[in-house]
């Protein structure tokens, strides 16, 4: 294999690969502001220019210095090669490009969204001077509303034109473009046409300065109070990789955790923005029980006995039991809802929730390393529920041949099992019509008519607020941490239905075999072992994480 090395770390690489991807493999950091790994390279911004000394195949291979810094984004290594990012020709131009990129920018940084996650902060610091020898007015440039979701600040705007080249080779709606020249020079939505596209948004992430802002996330939160937690995307079916950022209890944004198997650098407006039902004021916060006639609060103790109770007299009674399960849920909590009704009855009926479509899969840059699905499925794990329902019973059910089975007087059920945790309303006319003068015990987040009808109702969990697996709709299995505890009395599926095993088994807090707490490692490795479902321990992709940043800013005691 070939090799150069960079600010004198020997470095392999393969041919072709270009001298800032041979650094950044080998963690030699290089500064760059236009180059982004799914975007064409203009090599523009030249803060990466490297010197390189090179082999002369005349002079027996003596390396000789190439008069001209060389942009290391679009220069391929060479065998032998020895590159310099920190030699003082690269220094000075780095000094200087820190310097041109500063003298129009308002350095704002005490009311900028971006501080603290800019790229134009973190190089000043590194590689920029202290100070100014800029004495001119500056010139001012306006702020847009370009979009929906999106402002553009065009003064702090470097004119990397990472976003415009994004719109025309990702989005390929060409909605932005620089106008004018030289000073003057600036980001611009084509007249009449906003910055509006499915994957729109993601603009605001590959800006590395605080010029594309969130408009959702507009001074909400200082970033460095934000924790991010690996997570999935937990409304639709693409299984893109995302970061719950959230301070307090509180989610403030979503932003995609790059993985080039599945979303590559990118996540839908949709995914981006659609965490708000977590914090509804719909969501509900008790349980409740029937009372009557009527919906009243109660506790967890008191539910869980009624819901015990009820399924234990229908089947003394020798009536069925029917299932449903949220295609918004985890494969372990399908696991263990599969598992309790089965302890009532063996024979329940059994199917799988609605799964909400909308228009088709939207297929963006097909063939280009920045290749991204939109998803037309709108629910995050129909495929794992199914595989994990299939391993228990012999016949799963969609929601149509559910609703027409418990409807169906012959099959004699009495009592149901059902879930929702969708983000908006999911309850049919006809299921609410199926389920007349039936027991139903129903876990879901947000009030519904049919929450106002069932004899129980216990309050579950958003998948921002539960850990699990989800399979997305390439097969993938894909496990996500809880980023925020479960709103007041809420739990997760899962600690709700361990709570009824519990109660089934007759286990409490003071016995020696104490209650069993939701563990979604525990019950994938149960699936393996008891199912058969050996994939849930060999096949399911854990969240990577990156290293902690450590500060390099010294504290000071006040
Ligand atoms: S708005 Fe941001 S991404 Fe677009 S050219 Fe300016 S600095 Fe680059």
Redesign the pocket.
Known sequence: MPTCKVNGTTCEFQPGDSILKVAWMNGVEIPH??FHPSLSIPASCRICLVEVWAPNPRKDGKLEAIPKLLPACQTPATDGSAIFSDSPKAVANQRAVMEYLLINHPVDCPVCDQAGECYLQDYSFEYGSGESRFEEEKIKQPKKDVGPHIL?Y?D?????????R?TREISETSE?C?VDRGSGEQ?DVFPGLALDNPIASN?ID????G??LDKEFLFQQRVWFLKQTPSIDGITASGDNLFIEHNQGRIHRLKPRPNEEVNKWWISDEVRYGWEFVHSEDRLRFPLKEQLGSSVETNFPIAYELIDRGFTEIRREEGRLALLVSPMLTCEEAHLLADYIKGHDADAIVGVGPVPIEGEDQLFAEGKRGEFLVCAEKCPNKRGVQRVLGAHFEEVLDFDAFVEKVTDKKTNVAGALLTGNYPSQWVTKELKKALTKKFIVLLDTLASDLSGAANVVLPSATWAEKSGTFENHAGRLQAFEQAILPIEHSKGEGQLLEDLINLAEGLNAEMPGKPRIYNPARIRQVMADTLGLSEFVTEVHMPMLGAAVESDMELVEL
């Open positions: 502001y236009c553009l065009s702090r705007c470097i004119m990397c034109t990472r976003c415009v994004f932005l620089v980001i603009v590959i800006c590395p300065v010029a594309l």
